[in-house]
């Protein structure tokens, strides 16, 4: 090898270098955007609102990608071909009409391209004049509350108005309306399959279409930041058929049975005392002083307690598959898994079977209870009370006994 | 050695590292943290300013040689007097007395020595660039005239904004279009006399100018101390238990002013959850993106509810929200409570806001949560269910 050779490929060395690090780069990022299984997938819509957005992004999206190509090829290309290696300084020239018009109309003629569609959706997406279904969510640090009003809910008569959490149950193929708003700070509400997303802002109610094709989970995520557990406030919809969705109304609107567990029996005393002070149970009784229940409903008041001023519903807990803030399963893996594969005609039926003691995911819910915050951080230690007014954000350690635990757990367990 | 602008920076890690360990042992806790993490990585910054500016010297080859700062024409130069120490000595004396006393106090001394540092090294900096006065006074106006003359003009402004704002609040109510209308004519007067005179001296324009400046912002201070007027309060709800809730009527005593000056007009309508409408006898809710009527109105729980009542009666009428019945133990006694909120009474034709929450869900109440309007013979009240 000469003298002349050597600096030569040590320059070609260090350029076939760049070359494969800019390729491993973008190799990385192109790969990070795959998955097998996305749940929250936007390019995969799987109800009618969301599909309009995807008619309109994609196309939006090529066009753009193109110009960009376009555009970032040009500045490449005229980057290396006109660098500065000791050439002449070429002939300036300035203004050129043609050019110039060329390049205002051809952006202008792309944006009322893009334009149309772009406004013909979004007043698609707005419209509420269809509503065959309303159901009025509220966002709170960090769970969704859902309730369906007294109406006629795509054919499905709801003659009392009912509440859950966690997991949004819709009829399939109705245009459902969500009217959105939140109890404490701003949160988003978005099912990525779905639709797009809606703020949560306290004090107003934002409207949200939605209408799922298939019975089936659609997961979602709260996508406004909205404090320490703003990762774990996500939330699931449930499509079902018109039919098993009368069952599950039909189910929900129940009042809570009196438990048959031996261990149940002291579990509601336990519950009783300490969870109903925010935790409401539709059809559980204050105590007599002879140990039966009156005729007075325990009346949770959360108001008290949080600063949301609500905790959820648990009237029907194992008629759902998750918990605090649809973070942590009530069902096992395989059973989850089981529900997740099922096809749309069976997906029904087994959602409707909520949580069976053989699916039980005992140790996730036992370990809730015994200190909350530990499992999902919250600011509702007696520290983080003081500094919020004397009420927590989120649920706190109630530090009860094992033997507490085991009759709520039990307690719980025969709320369907 | 270390160059001029390393050594600057290099001051300010220091600065900011005992900062942050001084506001970490004081404060402690979560907020504690937070400011320390926030200092560290001022001082991050700064070091590594600190390290640029060594390695290239300040961009500036003089910076290479002592001699630039020793030996050269313009190191030899005089020292120009300078107010900007004086001015850091009252900043620093504000920001003492802020301490202790008001915070606007310390948070003005703060800005003062803010300013007086920077304008204190320009001045510092650009007296020694050559050995030529004027080369460097222009070159001190080139660097802090683009930010004086922004900072000054703002100051001003806010200072007439200000002054303006506190006459306007001082002046009875219905002096202040005659205020409006003397001042505005003043400045067109002014106007017109200094265009149509052009021989008319700049000190002459200059002087009318700070007597007018002078005038507002001294009558503004004035103004400022004696505080505003009086603005009396119009509210629109009412919740004293029914007493006035469930008069058709004016109110007794106070709340028959109350009732004859409530607003009648909504201007934020964005927030609205409900439309209440009482017309031909009939009372509808309507609810914000849902097509029909509804009856009953499902609320949640424990959250605002804002509602619009739109009267479309011939008479006065106020809307109340009957909310619910609760048995409550005081002293002994079991006393039942029926608390209620309302509008004041609106007008014909008009339209009143009305904020409540309902913490309870419906089966906790002995009797429903209702909107209704009192003295409408035969009107079906809305039931309003909380699950």
Known sequence: ?416 | MFTTGSKLFLGATVLSVVAAVIFGLSKGGADGWLGVVGLLTAAFVFAFLFCVNYVIRDGNVSAMSDDATTVSPAAQRPVERSGWPVLSSVAVAAIAVGAVSKPIVFKAGVVLLLAAAVEWMVHGWSERASADATYNADLRKRMLHPIEFPVLAAAGLAAIIYSFSRIMLWIDKSGGPVVFIIAGALVLFGGFLFASRPSLKTGVISGVCALAMLGLVSTGAVMAVDGQRTIPAHPTTGSDNGAVCDLAEEGPGEQAEIDDKGSQAVASKASIGITVTLENGKLTAHELAVPANQDPVTVSRGNVVNVIFKNRDSVPRRLTVNMGEFETDINGTKVKERPKICTTLVHPGGSQFLSFVLPKPSIASSQPYTFAVPGVSGLKPIEIRVP
């Not at chain 1, 969500?178 to 109890?183: E, G, Q």
């Not at chain 1, 149970?281 to 002083?289: A, C, D």
């Not at chain 1, 307690?305 to 399963?329: C, E, I, K, Q």
């Not at chain 1, 959602?351 to 015994?370: H, M, Q, S």
């Open chain 1, 1 to 416: 090898m000469s003298g002349v050779d050597q600096p030569v490929s040590t320059v070609r060395r260090v350029k076939q270098g760049s070359a494969i690090a800019v390729a491993v780069v973008a190799a990385a990022t192109v790969l990070g955007g795959c998955a097998r299984n996305a749940p929250q997938d936007t390019f995969k819509p799987e109800g009618e609102n969301a599909r309009k957005i995807q008619n309109l992004q994609w196309p939006v999206f090529l066009v753009a990608g193109i110009v960009g190509v376009i555009v970032f090829a040009a500045i490449i290309y005229v980057v290396i071909r006109f660098r500065d290696h000791g050439q002449e300084m070429p002939r300036q020239t300035h203004g050129n009409p043609t050019l110039e018009i060329g390049l205002t109309i051809l952006p202008a003629v792309i944006l009322i391209a893009v334009g149309i569609p772009t406004v013909s959706t979004v007043f698609s997406l707005a419209k509420t004049s269809d509503t065959q279904c309303v159901v009025n969510i509220t966002g709170q640090q960090w769970w969704w509350e859902y309730e369906y009003p007294v109406q006629n809910c795509g054919g499905v008569e709801i003659a009392e108005p009912l509440v859950t959490s966690g997991e949004l149950v819709l009829p399939t193929k109705v245009h459902v309306l969500l009217r959105i708003t939140s109890n404490d700070v701003i949160h988003s509400f978005w099912i990525p399959k779905l639709n797009g997303k809606r703020d949560a802002v306290p004090g107003r109610i934002h409207p949200l279409r939605m209408e799922a094709d298939h019975p089936g989970i659609f997961a979602g995520q709260c996508t406004e930041f909205c404090g320490l557990s703003h990762a774990r406030m996500r939330m699931d919809a449930v499509g079902l058929s018109s039919a098993d969705f009368s069952t599950w109304v039909a189910t929900q609107l129940q009042p809570a049975t009196k438990p048959t567990d031996p261990l149940a029996l002291p579990g509601e005393d336990v519950f009783r005392a300490q969870c109903s002070r925010c935790h409401q149970v539709n059809g559980l009784m204050e105590e007599n002083p002879d140990g039966t229940d009156s005729t007075k409903p325990v009346i949770a008041f959360p108001d008290l307690y949080v600063v949301a001023g609500n905790a959820p519903n648990l009237t029907h807990l194992m008629s759902r598959t998750t918990f605090a803030g649809a973070t942590f399963d009530l069902l096992t893996d395989s059973c989850r898994k089981r529900l997740l594969e099922a096809s749309p005609e069976e997906f029904g039926a087994l959602y409707l079977k909520g949580v069976t003691p053989d699916c039980f995911n005992e140790a996730e819910l036992r370990e809730w209870i015994r200190n909350a915050p530990a499992k999902k951080p919250m600011y509702s230690s007696e520290a983080e009370k003081d500094q919020n007014g004397g009420k927590y954000r989120g649920m706190p350690n109630l530090n009860l006994t094992d033997d507490q635990i085991d009759q709520i757990v039990a307690y719980l367990l025969e709320r369907k």
